[in-house]
């Protein structure tokens, strides 16, 4: 599909009330390179009845004008700290970026289908930013009216500021506040981002961290899977985790165990990636996926903590384990993963991030993040619940997206090379 969105309208939207001049410092979580950059949603609405163009985007404008009050550091601009590995947010009411725009072409069904290219849904987020840090507005929406009534709404967010569960709490309040519901209250907003200042560990290495370690390259990993990219998408209804969770507690190797539906369908995914892939057999390969430590990390977080409360948990197993050994070992793997992140694994990351700007090495690794769980499917903005959430572009990063009206479903998605596109739907289905 060519070029099918115009944009009408393009404003910078300051907080509609003043809000603290200063400097804010960011932690060493949400300083880390490896978070460098901006998070791009969409989320589409079907068209509602009596639905008024005008008077929606002006609602949804006051609405992002109110919520950057208490979220004024998303009305900043990042920059990092002189001498030092971190980053820092200038408030001065700078604002964020509001675009409207309209679609001759999509429609809300267009959604339903998988798109064509990596990049086919880009217009939808027209500003793009490919340096976090260099000036650029932390928050851009985008609502763009679709050519059967319904609309798009593209958002980037800064990960730097705020991780998805944080993002999502944000739009969430703007929401709120669009829908016009009286009494809407105020969110706790908390900054905090102190709390993940560590002090220097005497004990552990980067040993213990394998998400930071490099592995050989047996097969020139980076141009194998970045070539020629094509989207997927495929649904995982509650019946199918169930039959997924069967096999793989007949195919684990330890002793009464038992899994919930993200270790085995994370598990699932990567082996059917892997195989679809035919990486040689000794190459080692890596699943990294985020966890939120906002019930991990000691002594805790305060309530409406929105910074990055998140670190990347490490699967590893050669090529052909994976494949000969069964998606019960997979599933193993991802389980023993998640139970090493404790709060003390935390501290170590920060330290990690902070002192030696230590941050992933892409060989051999696939990046799995979950949305299904973070509360975008609740954003209603007056339409509705959205139809569809998922990412603007569809990268060779994997994604478990909500599915709308089905929270024990989930639908994943991620761009393998063409040449491994039909193996990885026929491993994903057996």
Same mark, same amino acid.
């Given at each position: 599909m060519g070029s099918s969105v115009r944009v009408k309208e393009a404003v910078v939207v300051t907080p509609s009330e003043p809000t603290p001049n200063c400097v804010m410092l960011l932690s060493p979580l949400d300083s880390q390179l490896f978070l460098r950059f901006t998070i791009e949603y969409l989320l589409?609405?079907?068209?509602?009845?009596?639905?008024? &163009?005008? *008077? *929606? *985007?002006?609602?949804l404008k006051a609405a992002l004008a109110k919520a950057l009050v208490p979220y004024y550091p998303l009305a900043g601009r990042?920059?990092?700290?002189?001498?030092?590995?971190? =980053?820092?947010?200038?408030?001065?009411?700078?604002?964020?970026?509001?675009?409207?725009?309209?679609?001759?072409?999509?429609?809300?069904?267009?959604?339903?289908?998988?798109? !064509?290219?990596?990049?086919? @849904?880009?217009?939808? =987020?027209?500003?793009?930013?490919?340096?976090?840090l260099n000036g650029s507005p932390p928050l851009i929406l985008q609502l763009t009216w679709l050519s059967d009534g319904g609309a798009a709404l593209g958002?980037?967010?800064?990960?730097? $500021?705020?991780?998805? $569960?944080?993002?999502?709490?944000?739009?969430?309040?703007?929401?709120?506040?669009?829908?016009?519901r009286r009494g809407c209250p105020k969110p706790k907003a908390v900054w905090d981002r102190h709390v993940f200042n560590v002090k220097p560990m005497t004990r552990g290495d980067s040993a213990s961290h394998p998400e930071f370690n490099r592995v050989a390259d047996l097969c020139g990993f980076m141009n194998r899977v970045t070539n020629n990219l094509k989207p997927t998408c495929v649904l995982f209804d509650k019946r199918r985790l $169930?039959?997924?969770?069967?096999?793989?507690?007949?195919?684990?190797?330890?002793?009464?165990?038992s899994f919930t539906s993200f270790e085995v369908l994370a598990a699932h995914v990567w082996r059917? @990636?892997?195989?679809?892939?035919?990486?040689?057999?000794?190459?080692i390969l890596k699943l990294l996926f985020s966890v939120n430590v906002r019930n991990r990390?000691?002594?805790? =977080?305060?309530?409406?903590?929105?910074?990055?409360?998140?670190?990347?948990?490490?699967?590893?197993?050669?090529?052909?384990? =994976?494949?000969?050994?069964?998606?019960g070992y997979g599933s193993g793997l991802v389980k023993k993963a998640k139970e090493r992140v404790d709060s003390e694994y935390v501290k170590r990351v920060a330290e990690l991030v902070s002192e030696s700007r230590a941050s992933p090495d892409l060989v051999g690794v696939l990046i799995l993040t979950q949305w299904s769980r973070m509360g975008l499917d609740r954003v209603e903005l007056?339409?509705?619940?959205?139809?569809?959430?998922?990412?603007?572009?569809?990268? &060779?990063?994997?994604?478990?997206?909500?599915?709308?009206?089905?929270?024990?479903?989930? !639908?994943?998605?991620?761009?393998?090379?063409?040449?491994?596109?039909?193996?990885?739907? &026929?491993?994903?289905?057996?």
């Open positions: 589409v609405y079907k068209p509602g009845p009596g639905l008024d &163009r005008v *008077t *929606t *985007t002006a609602r990042i920059r990092p700290i002189q001498n030092s590995t971190g =980053l820092e947010v200038v408030c001065r009411a700078q604002g964020a970026i509001f675009i409207e725009a309209v679609s001759d072409r999509y429609t809300v069904n267009e959604f339903e289908k998988v798109p !064509k290219t990596v990049l086919q @849904w880009r217009k939808l =987020l027209s500003l793009s930013v490919p340096d976090v958002i980037g967010i800064n990960h730097c $500021i705020c991780d998805g $569960i944080g993002g999502a709490e944000f739009l969430n309040y703007v929401a709120e506040l669009a829908s016009g $169930i039959e997924l969770k069967g096999v793989a507690r007949r195919t684990c190797q330890i002793v009464d165990s059917s @990636w892997a195989r679809a892939m035919v990486f040689p057999p000794n190459q990390f000691k002594p805790g =977080l305060p309530d409406g903590y929105y910074g990055n409360a998140i670190v990347m948990a490490c699967a590893q197993a050669s090529a052909r384990e =994976l494949g000969e050994r069964g998606i007056g339409m509705e619940k959205p139809e569809f959430v998922g990412p603007i572009c569809n990268e &060779r990063y994997c994604l478990f997206v909500p599915v709308k009206g089905e929270r024990d479903s989930v !639908k994943v998605m991620v761009a393998v090379p063409a040449a491994a596109f039909d193996n990885y739907h &026929r491993f994903l289905r057996e």
